[in-house]
């Protein structure tokens, strides 16, 4: 059955590569979201990207003639905030980031200690380490980050994306980062955003959806199909994204349940 012949309660969006490549929209993405709400699917953007808030996001895709609200987004920074509440409750939370991870901190009712500043140099300690991208991070910030991890002997990475694509070229992702935390220390980082389908499951639960209701639409078969797959939903991989090419052939477990150009050719009438 193919995903124009089922009644879905939502249906989970990649942003980047999906929706939007950089700062261009995707022909036939505004469109295609209005079209979901029509049907009565939910739209719920899912983005690995921790940099900003929901707030932030919706914005975006609002300037882009996309229908966003900040309540109907995701970030892995969330999923981030979200595990350690799971874990540890409220605490104090030593990050690396901009304010996408610092408020999605707060608003899991964390105390976020910005690592390598001087809020950190007059704090005791930190429960945890949640690292998410931070283009102006140095070298001394990053030493003091690395002790916190060799301290505590473990760190969560909001996303594992190695490199981003800026323009006709691409720069270091989170991944980058992480790897060169996991390197200095010997700490494998638990990874929050995609392919983990906890964040997957972060969704469902927040927004009380059963994943057979559900489909997971993106371009990047070694993120956004492997995590639908393995969190049990349906999964529609598209063409769109500058990932695809690189992700066509990806040496991964799991086949997306469909393929197409674009969001552009999904629920057609």
Wanted: charged share 25%.
């Amino acid at each position: 059955m193919r995903h124009g012949e089922r009644a879905w309660q939502a249906a989970l969006l990649d942003l980047d590569g999906t929706l939007y490549r950089g700062d261009e929209v995707v022909p036939g993405a505004p469109e295609f979201v209005e079209r979901l709400r029509r049907r009565g699917i939910r739209p719920v953007f899912l983005t690995n990207n921790s940099t900003r808030t929901p707030r932030q996001v919706a914005d975006k895709l609002n300037r882009m003639g996309i229908t966003a609200e900040p309540d109907e987004v995701c970030t892995s920074a969330e999923a981030s905030a979200h595990q350690l509440r799971e874990r540890f409750g409220p605490a104090y939370i030593g990050f690396v980031g901009l304010d996408g991870v610092r408020e999605a901190l707060v608003e899991f009712g964390h105390r976020a200690v910005e690592l390598g500043t001087p809020e950190h140099d007059g704090h005791p300690g930190v429960a945890a380490v949640v690292v998410g991208l931070d283009p102006e991070i140095t070298y001394r910030r990053l030493t003091a980050v690395c002790a916190e991890v060799s301290r505590l002997g473990a760190f969560i990475l909001t996303n594992g994306d190695v490199r981003l694509p800026a323009g006709d070229r691409f720069v270091p992702g989170n991944g980058a980062l992480g790897a060169f935390i996991e390197t200095a220390t010997g700490i494998r980082p638990y990874v929050a955003g995609k392919p983990n389908p906890d964040f997957v499951q972060f969704a469902l639960q927040r927004y009380g959806l059963d994943p057979d209701g559900v489909l997971l639409i993106g371009d990047n078969r070694r993120t956004d199909v492997l995590a639908g797959k393995l969190a049990g939903v349906y999964t529609v991989q598209v063409q769109s994204g500058v990932q695809y090419a690189e992700t066509e052939s990806a040496s991964t477990p799991l086949e997306p349940d469909e393929v197409h150009p674009s969001v552009a050719d999904l629920f057609l009438p």
